[in-house]
């Protein structure tokens, strides 16, 4: 069982990109401010993508320049193509986000075209990123299940992250897009993947649709994982992943841990603070086990 667990915050990134409510680039900074204060080091700020496919991350450029002067933490950026990585560039980041499926449906609803044109398109971008000294980050969606194509074989998702991770990414987070994964299966996928890929630089992104994601999560560091990605107060979703929710709560993720013994250095009253602020901004209720029973303790 895994003894140490780095979490990558994605809230104000997946969090945010498929609310509503737009967020405005303070409000989308002050989120991030608040989750720095609360002791998550690593987090994803915004994506580089066109405005037209997802309008809340439109001007990312601004929120990665304001809070970029935190020595020590690392703020990710999404980036589809060479387009997003000269803006994301431009705008000083270090550590870029690119972003693959494990099925061709998905693949061609999110970014338009298919797996291989993808990692056609992704490769002279880590090849930028390399030179530039950009540090780049991949991710596998549907490795779990996919809203087009049904099943996904653990051997095609396996074969994605083997790309990104022979192309130079440091590490590759698998997503369970639509949260459909339980823990033998979540189990079985990791021990198939990390064949190709060290277990210690596979990252975990499991939304928790069906409420599975603690459990499966448990299962992966079982099998030796230990990145864990997820979003204050279980805000989450992509547009191009018709019924999934939010990704799994970072509250509820530091609590497990820390249940466990391991240490996250996360201040969870500043944590479920900064869960309350911004779904104060987006008129949500925290949907996460976690801040819901310690508001309620406040209350009563
Ligand atoms: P396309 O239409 O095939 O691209 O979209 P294109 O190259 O033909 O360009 C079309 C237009 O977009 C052009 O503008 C480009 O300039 C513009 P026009 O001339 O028509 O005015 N454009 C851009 N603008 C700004 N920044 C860019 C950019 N690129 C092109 N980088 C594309 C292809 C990839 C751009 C599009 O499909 C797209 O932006 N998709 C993003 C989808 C997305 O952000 N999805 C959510 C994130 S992924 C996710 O949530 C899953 C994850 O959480 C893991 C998991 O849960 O599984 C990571
Ligand atoms: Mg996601």
């Known amino acids: ?68 002067r935190h020595p020590g933490y690392e703020f990710h950026v999404l980036v589809p193509n060479e387009k997003g990585y000269a803006a994301a560039k431009a705008a000083g980041a270090k550590v870029i986000a690119v972003f693959a499926s494990a099925s061709e449906g998905f693949s061609k609803a999110n970014i338009n075209c298919s797996i291989a044109e993808s990692i056609e398109r992704f490769t002279p971008v880590i090849e930028h990123a390399k030179a530039d000294r950009i540090k780049v980050r991949g991710y596998v969606s549907c490795v779990l299940g996919c809203p087009y194509d049904g099943d996904v074989r653990p051997a095609a998702v396996a074969a994605v992250a083997k790309r990104l991770w022979d192309a130079g990414c440091y590490e590759v987070s698998l997503g369970d897009t639509i949260g459909v994964g339980t823990p033998a299966k979540a189990r079985q996928m990791l021990r198939v993947v990390s064949a190709d890929v060290p277990i210690a630089n596979l990252g975990m992104h499991f939304h928790d649709t069906y409420g599975q994601a603690l459990a499966n999560l448990y299962a992966g560091m079982e099998e030796g994982a230990r990145v864990i990605d997820s979003a204050a107060g279980g805000l989450g979703g992509c547009p191009y992943a018709p019924g999934a929710t939010g990704n799994v709560a970072t509250e509820d993720v530091v609590y497990m841990l820390e249940g466990m013994g391991i240490s996250t250095g996360v201040d969870m009253t500043k944590l479920v603070a900064a869960t309350n602020d911004i779904c104060r901004l987006i008129g949500r209720t925290p949907v996460s086990r976690v801040a819901s029973a310690i508001n309620a303790s406040k209350r009563a």
């Open 1 to 68: 069982m895994t003894d140490h667990v780095r979490i990558v915050e994605v809230g104000p990134r997946d969090g945010l990109q498929n609310e509503k409510t737009p967020v405005s680039v303070e409000g989308r900074v002050a989120f991030v401010e608040n989750l720095v204060k609360a002791g998550l080091h690593t987090i994803e700020v915004g994506s580089f993508v066109s405005p037209r496919a997802v309008p809340q991350m439109t001007d990312s450029d601004r929120v990665l320049r304001a809070v970029d």
